[in-house]
């Protein structure tokens, strides 16, 4: 039986900060001790060590010991892919160097969020299923962090619709959002928002997204809804968690509950979160929009919700280091505790995809995905990161002054 001790840290555990220590036996949280940083047991286990015993010792005084990030939103690895418009990577070196800052940034669960819809997807049908195929084989051989998959539906996407039917009923897939990003409503409200957004990301004239947007429309309105409905509830019977994506009013979040959705991602507006909320499904804010102080297309202020209590879930969007720093502003700032703010980047997360019996908190039992965290001038940054028991990641610094 392995076994691990990491002593003397501010533990922070679902409803409270603790100084103590925590023993970890083949991979899991085995014990959770409060004491202090002098305690005689904590010195008796380092001379153990000392003495020959092959239990790992972790000292961790001074350090914050946090249960690892959970990330069930982020499309960072597009960008991986496909840096700028048209520059392609191989998809197997973008998942192997996208996989190795997720440790530093803290994440040991990350839900890769894949887009499948013509006109706004970074990439084509067939380099989804592949980068689908290669995280499902990836993650069953190695794997630094937990990989699971998050597809994103364009409910305009009409020829994508077998190909998510299909992940459904094998269970390829672990959380499905609906998305309509088309003109006139959700995120591109605003006349021409959608076209300028388009011609940003993909590199296309005004001709071109003159036909992309004339093709969506058209699209739109051949869509099945009620073929949609029965798709929503045939994830949730597969154990597959289903969400809806910039609601922008309380009548959307009632539509999208008909759909299955327990989680809001990014609502539009405050009234429409706290409907959400009230309606008893979780709403799921970005982390880069708090540590920037707002949204990057003038929305909701993800802090204004978190403040109102209309949000209890954080992600990366598309900025995997935004997630740490977001938990220890929010802390910092008063607007939540640091309990409740690391919660919103794990527990609840964890909760609203169904892995709650596994990750997300610091419970004996759990998986021992933890974070070592320090400090400096404010921000944090990661010492060491443990995946199941075992440290896939270390960093100190080179120069002190």
């Not at 992940?167 to 591109?188: A, R, T």
């Not at 388009?198 to 809804?225: A, F, S």
């Not at 804010?285 to 949204?295: D, F, H, K, Q, T």
Request: glycine share 10%.
């Amino acid at each position: 039986m392995s076994t691990m001790w990491i002593i003397g840290g501010s533990i922070v555990l679902p409803d409270e900060v603790v100084t103590g220590s925590l023993k970890i036996e083949d991979g899991r949280i085995a014990e959770i001790r409060r004491e202090a940083a002098d305690d005689p047991d904590r010195r008796g286990m380092a001379e153990a060590t000392a003495e020959g015993d092959d239990t790992i010792i972790i000292d961790a005084g001074g350090l914050y010991v946090m249960p690892g990030l959970v990330d069930i939103h982020s499309d960072a690895i597009e960008k991986e892919v496909q840096p700028r418009p048209n520059t392609m990577f191989p998809l197997d070196m973008a998942l192997m160097e996208f996989e190795r800052k997720l440790p530093l940034h803290g994440i040991t669960s990350m839900y890769h969020s894949l887009s499948l819809g013509v006109g706004l997807s970074l990439r084509g049908d067939h380099y989804l299923t592949q980068l689908v195929e290669l995280i499902r084989r990836y993650r069953s051989k190695r794997s630094m962090v937990r990989h699971g998959i998050h597809l994103r539906y364009e409910v305009s996407h009409l020829d994508g619709l077998p190909i998510v039917e299909r992940y459904i009923q094998e269970k390829v897939i672990d959380y499905l959002s609906f998305m309509n990003h088309s003109p006139g409503q959700g995120q591109y409200r605003e006349p021409g928002s959608f076209e300028r957004y388009v011609m940003k990301n993909q590199g296309v004239d005004r001709e071109e997204v003159r036909y992309i947007v004339e093709d969506l429309l058209k699209r739109q309105r051949q869509v099945d809804w009620s073929r949609l409905r029965d798709l929503g509830r045939l994830a949730t019977r597969n154990g597959i968690a289903v969400a809806s994506h910039d609601d922008d009013s309380p009548e959307r979040v009632d539509e999208s509950i008909r759909y299955g959705a327990t989680v809001s991602e990014f609502p539009m507006n405050l009234d429409t979160a706290r409907h959400a909320i009230k309606r008893g499904i979780r709403v799921c804010v970005g982390a880069p929009n708090v540590v920037r102080g707002g949204s990057h297309d003038n929305n909701m202020r993800a802090a204004d919700a978190i403040a109102a209590g209309a949000a209890d879930i954080l992600c990366s969007d598309y900025h995997p280091s935004s997630l740490l720093a977001a938990i220890f502003k929010l802390s910092d700032d008063g607007i939540i505790g640091l309990p409740e703010a690391v919660r919103m980047g794990t527990l609840h997360p964890a909760q609203a995809i169904g892995a709650e019996q596994v990750i997300g908190s610091i419970e004996p039992g759990k998986a021992a995905d933890l974070l070592l965290v320090d400090r400096y001038e404010g921000y944090p940054w990661v010492r060491r990161t443990i995946v199941g028991g075992r440290e896939v990641y270390a960093a100190s610094e080179y120069y002190l002054g």
